[in-house]
């Protein structure tokens, strides 16, 4: 059974940074991509970033290009989201989850950004940007 547990989150001020980080346990965690999603209130869950099984490949959602950056530690089976220059708007839960086997097959683009893309969650951690 795939458990994902994020950490990390908090409250920064406008301009700061978090690191976000997010354990997988249940399978072989350096065969599948992983993604970060985040969710505020009243929106819905939104794509923020992607990373290929390897970490050879990333894709980003154009609102946190150049600020934040994935990045994956196959060894210690845990994905990072470091987060720079946040702002107020970066204010939401955070979500890692994990592919089924479709956005490996078909490469990481698209179906990446999507959320039926990947089949396990995590609960979530909250980031919170004050201005």
């Known amino acids: 059974q795939v458990q994902l547990v994020e950490s990390g989150g908090g409250l920064v001020q406008a301009g700061g940074s978090l690191r976000l980080s997010c354990a997988a346990s249940g399978r072989t965690f350096s065969s599948y991509a992983m993604g970060w999603f985040r969710q505020a209130p009243g929106k819905e869950r939104e794509f923020v970033a992607a990373?290929?099984?390897?970490?050879?490949?990333?894709y980003y959602a154009d609102s946190v290009k150049g600020r934040f950056t994935i990045s994956r530690d196959n060894a210690k089976n845990t994905v990072y989201l470091q987060m720079n220059i946040l702002k107020p708007g970066d204010t939401a839960v955070y979500y890692c989850?994990?592919?089924?086997?479709?956005?490996?097959?078909?490469?990481?683009?698209?179906?990446?950004?999507?959320?039926?893309?990947?089949?396990?969650w995590g609960q979530g951690t909250q980031v919170t940007v004050s201005s």
């Open positions: 990373i290929s099984w390897g970490g050879g490949s990333t």
């Open positions: 989850a994990e592919e089924g086997r479709t956005i490996t097959a078909y490469g990481l683009g698209y179906l990446a950004t999507l959320r039926d893309g990947y089949d396990y």
